[in-house]
């Protein structure tokens, strides 16, 4: 089981990006999947997740507004679009799958991980 983080790069504040993570080896349609960035120096801390159907989002109250979870499950992928981008933004993001339709906050609940991807917000 693999999880494909990319989408990551530098941007200006204000600016936009969308984080794209596709899964191979076995098909998530009915898991949660969800969204972590780590900072350095820092915690990996909930950024947002997504159920299996898609039809129920959370947000960390940091990025609510601002960046959307969604999924396509034809191609066994999660997005993060992400809008006006703050420095505080800046971290390495990782997207994460459960196996179970839903999912919290806290790591220990999602069983796959992805590499990360580097999302850097120059103000």
């Known amino acids: 089981v693999q999880l494909q983080a990319s989408g990551g790069g530098l941007v200006q504040a204000g600016g936009s990006l969308r984080l794209s993570c596709a899964a191979s080896?076995?098909?998530?349609?009915?898991?949660?999947m969800g969204w972590f960035r780590q900072a350095p120096g820092k915690e990996r801390e909930f950024v947002a997740v997504?159920?299996?159907?898609?039809?129920?989002?959370y947000y960390a109250d940091s990025v609510k507004g601002r960046f959307t979870i969604s999924r396509d499950n034809a191609k066994n992928t999660v997005f993060l679009q992400m809008n006006s981008l703050k420095s505080q933004d800046t971290a390495v993001y990782y997207c994460?799958?459960?196996?179970?339709?839903?999912?919290?906050?806290?790591?220990?609940?999602?069983?796959?991980w992805g590499q990360g991807t580097q999302v850097t917000v120059s103000s």
């Open positions: 997504i159920s299996g159907s898609g039809g129920v989002t």
């Open positions: 080896g076995r098909t998530f349609s009915r898991n949660a």
């Open positions: 994460a799958a459960n196996t179970a339709p839903w999912a919290g906050k806290r790591t220990d609940e999602y069983a796959f």
